[in-house]
């Protein structure tokens, strides 16, 4: 399996613009997790979705940012419109059956910058 | 909202010794989650532990968890350079809905 894939792996972007950042969890889970990684708030839970139903989006910033997952095999993230302060490193993740106490599967992550 | 700390934030150790990190947390919580990050990589899930006084070993690692302390341990044992990487804890909430990252400890092993 290919694990975990993430694209694009590095985006440059302009304050204003929109920005779409794709998944596809490991074939067979059924649990999609979002982070996002920064310095200053390390490691945050964006929103997770199960059997492609948004579970909780409590952690998503604000309504700039929308995640879909159309399918077992997609699903993205957008943030419109970017600001400087949405720079960061998105990682999603996948699990089988259990969800959170199940072992999480992370992608290589997107290295997003907005300028 | 439930935190979650580590320390120490950074440690430095020599080849060869012993040592532990420590990750405490705020909120009641049976479970609890390892994970290991080398420099400009991803996440590598260590430890899953589900349960008041949970033991799991991985080689060098060993994770352990006690819920009435809400604290849980990662010791490492003989450590060698490979080992050198930030390690988070992570704790999912009582309604299992949120999931909390620790602080990171960023371990340097010196040969």
């Known amino acids: 399996d290919a694990g975990v894939i993430q694209s694009p792996r590095h985006e440059v972007t302009e304050m204003g613009q929109e920005v779409t950042l794709r998944c596809k969890p490991i074939?067979?889970?059924?649990?999609l997790f979002w982070y996002r990684q920064t310095m200053m708030r390390g490691l945050e839970l964006l929103i997770y979705?199960?059997?492609?139903?948004?579970?909780?989006d409590s952690g998503m910033p604000e309504d700039r940012f929308s995640a879909k997952m159309p399918n077992a095999s997609f699903s993205t993230l957008k943030i419109q419109p970017s600001e400087p302060r949405d720079s960061a490193v998105y990682f999603c993740a996948s699990s089988p059956g259990t969800g959170f106490t199940d072992t999480q599967y992370f992608g290589p992550g997107t290295r997003l910058t907005v300028l | 909202e439930l935190k979650v700390e580590q320390n120490p934030l950074f440690l430095s150790m020599q080849e060869g010794k012993n040592y532990t990190i420590y990750c405490n947390y705020s909120t009641t919580s049976d479970r609890l989650y390892w994970y290991r990050q080398d420099p400009g990589k991803s996440l590598e899930s260590l430890f899953v532990?589900?349960?008041?006084?949970a033991v799991k070993q991985e080689g060098r690692l060993m994770a352990s968890l006690d819920t009435k302390a809400r604290l849980s341990t990662l010791h490492i044992t003989a450590a060698v350079h490979d080992l050198s990487a930030t390690y988070f804890c992570?704790?999912?909430?009582?309604?299992?809905?949120?999931?909390?990252f620790g602080t990171g400890t960023s371990l340097t092993v010196i040969p």
């Open positions: 979705f199960n059997n492609n139903v948004p579970i909780d």
């Open positions: 532990l589900l349960s008041n006084g």
């Open positions: 074939s067979g889970h059924d649990y």
């Open positions: 992570a704790v999912d909430s009582y309604t299992g809905n949120q999931f909390y």
